[in-house]
Antibody
Framework: EVDLVESGGGLVQPGGSLRLSCEAS????????MSWVRQAPGKGLEWVAN????????FHVASVRGRFSISRDNAKNSLFLQMDRLRVGDTAVYFC?????????????WGLGTLVTVSS | QSALTQPASVSGSPGQSITISCSGT?????????VSWYQQHPQKAPKLIIY???KRPSGISDRFSGSKSGNTASLTISGLQAEDEAAYHC???????????FGSGTTVTVL
């Protein structure tokens, strides 16, 4: 059974940093694109970043480009999101998600999310 | 890149059919048929219910169906049930640096 477990969220002041982790199990982690998707309180979903199977291709939404960085460690079946220079507007639940296989697009599996609160 | 446009809310009675629209620009959809839909109950993670416009993952009821015409995608829920009360989000793969764009989300209420 596929399982994605996020950790690392918490309360941080504006300008601070956090590193989110997502531990994957139940599938061959190194064979899939992986993504981070966030949801601000009471709002819709927003794609944040994704990374290809070997980590050589990474993409970030414009609002976090230069501040956040997605990475992965296939040996540890783990996905990461380094978040620097955090802003109040980054407050959200951050979900780790596994892409569909092959040439289909979408998120077949999701973690339960980890809450990031940016506040002074 | 702005979110895809969805109605804020849609309601229907048990047994009825409802349709949720998801509109964007040509660049939002990237000329591809890579639209997915997610169901999200309160305080839960989203769940994939439609991908590639009209395909259902294993285990998803055939009461859920998807379509796309031009720059508008649609999700239809037939035979509405109480358990369908949830938020629904569309999503499209784009051909820009913003790889995926989500819709603004629609709350479905079963009357």
């Amino acid at each position: 059974e596929v399982d994605l477990v996020e950790s690392g969220g918490g309360l941080v002041q504006p300008g601070g940093s956090l590193r989110l982790s997502c531990e994957a199990s139940g599938f061959s982690f190194s064979n899939f694109w992986m993504s981070w998707v966030r949801q601000a309180p009471g709002k819709g979903l927003e794609w944040v970043a994704n990374i290809n199977q070997d980590g050589s291709e990474k993409f970030h939404v414009a609002s976090v480009r230069g501040r956040f960085s997605i990475s992965r460690d296939n040996a540890k079946n783990s996905l990461f999101l380094q978040m620097d220079r955090l802003r109040v507007g980054d407050t959200a639940v951050y979900f780790c998600a596994r892409d569909l296989p092959g040439n289909s697009y979408g998120y077949e599996h999701w973690g339960l999310g980890t809450l990031v609160t940016v506040s002074s | 890149q702005s979110a895809l446009t969805q109605p804020a809310s849609v309601s229907g009675s048990p047994g009825q059919s409802i349709t949720i629209s998801c509109s964007g620009t040509r660049s939002d959809f990237g000329g591809y048929n890579n639209v997915s839909w997610y169901q999200q109950h309160p305080q839960k993670a989203p769940k994939l219910i439609i991908y590639d416009v009209n395909k259902r993952p294993s285990g998803i009821s055939d009461r859920f169906s998807g379509s796309k015409s031009g720059n508008t995608a649609s999700l239809t829920i037939s035979g509405l049930q109480a358990e369908d009360e949830a938020a629904y989000h569309c999503c499209s793969y784009t051909n820009s640096l913003t790889i995926y764009v989500f819709g603004s989300g629609t709350t479905v209420t079963v009357l």
